[in-house]
């Protein structure tokens, strides 16, 4: 067996096999968009952005406990232009695709509408029957359901952009903000507090990757939620008088991250308990034998020798720390009979 020769400051790092939460944090790698990649990878881009910027402050406070880093969104204003870049165009597709959907809203109310003017003559009488009026009906209704939906796809599409609002104003002037919005007050782009509905679909090419994004981080929040509660100590009092402070204890030190040792060999629960139980055990034996030292005090001696042998004092010399007043006073009393 070869050992592999590692330039210094670096380790061997093994998985966590029994722990699933670091499983999860350690897995995931985020991704870069480039020019060359299609719209989907744009969605999938911005889901990613949004969602691990949402959750900076739980990175901050499981690093403040463990010393492990969430993902990061990890862009550039390079990036962050492409992406706004991309997003402009996506948004005039949709808008030319609404203009086109209530153009023929238009034509179909309109050729509606005709059908049900009174008849100016007999052969216009004829060609008018129940089924080309229920036919037009049909058209005018399904046409105006296009429209309303691609309306709503418009605004959703508009607000693509502000889902990368926290890393746009993170880099200031580096991202061109008024190439994209030219009607922004005062150099800030529109910003975003959700990700829209559409990212949940999958039932379109577009979002199939950004849905698979979302669910990851969700995955990934989870976990990390979860190793903040097992390591934050606990408030509630049979928490703590169960053993609640050891077991927080027992986990931040498990989810140290250069502990990949300890969770390639045990769980944390596992960990945690047996620490916890082991404390227990310690301490009831630490209070056994106080007892069965007091027991065994009294037993030698009355209570009366003992309250007595309890305040007896050493004497020390004068020049040593911790000279005792009344030994002190004793030394004094004599030297003055002395002199007497």
Same mark, same amino acid.
């Given at each position: 067996m070869t050992i592999p020769n590692l330039p210094e400051g670096m380790r061997l790092s093994l998985p966590p096999?029994? !722990?699933?939460?670091?499983r999860i944090i350690l897995s995931y790698t985020t991704s870069k968009f480039t020019e060359d990649k299609n719209d989907a990878g744009c969605?999938?881009?911005l889901a990613e952005i949004f969602l691990l910027g949402q959750i900076r402050p739980l990175s901050d406070k499981l690093k403040a406990l463990t010393s492990v880093s969430l993902p990061q969104p990890d862009t550039t204003p390079e990036e962050i232009n492409l992406l706004l870049e991309r997003c402009a165009v996506i948004y005039n597709r949709e808008v030319e695709e609404y203009d086109r959907c209530a153009r023929? =809203?238009?034509r179909a109310e309109h050729a509606l509408m005709a059908l049900k003017q009174p008849a100016k003559s007999v052969s216009d009488s004829r060609s008018r029957n129940k089924t080309s009026v229920s036919n037009a009906e049909d058209n005018a209704e399904r046409a105006m359901a296009y429209k309303s939906q691609q309306?709503?796809?418009v605004n959703d599409m508009r607000g693509l952009a502000g889902l990368l609002y926290q890393e746009a104003r993170r880099?200031? !002037?580096a991202v061109d903000i008024k190439h994209f919005f030219p009607r922004a007050d005062n150099n800030i782009m529109p910003r975003a507090y959700l990700l829209p509905e559409i990212f949940t679909r999958r039932d379109e090419f577009l979002f199939i990757a950004a849905h698979d994004t979302c669910n990851a981080i969700r995955s990934l929040r989870l976990a990390a939620e979860d190793v903040i509660r097992k390591c934050t100590p606990p408030t509630d009092k049979y928490e703590i008088s169960h053993g609640g402070i050891i077991k927080s204890q027992a986990y931040r030190y498990?989810?140290?991250a250069d502990n990949d040792l300890l969770r390639a060999i045990t769980s944390a629960d596992d960990y945690a308990k047996y620490i =916890?139980?082991?404390g227990w055990f310690m301490r009831k034996r630490r209070e056994a034998t106080k007892v069965s030292l007091q027991a065994s005090l009294n037993t030698l001696m009355s209570e009366e020798q003992l309250n007595e042998w309890k305040?007896?004092?050493v004497p020390v010399p004068n020049d040593l720390p911790g000279f005792h007043k009344k030994y002190g006073n004793d030394c004094q009393n004599s030297e003055k009979e002395n002199d007497k």
């Open positions: 096999i029994h !722990d699933m939460n670091m969605m999938k881009r023929e =809203a238009s309306e709503k796809r880099f200031g !002037d498990y989810y140290q =916890a139980e082991f305040g007896m004092t």
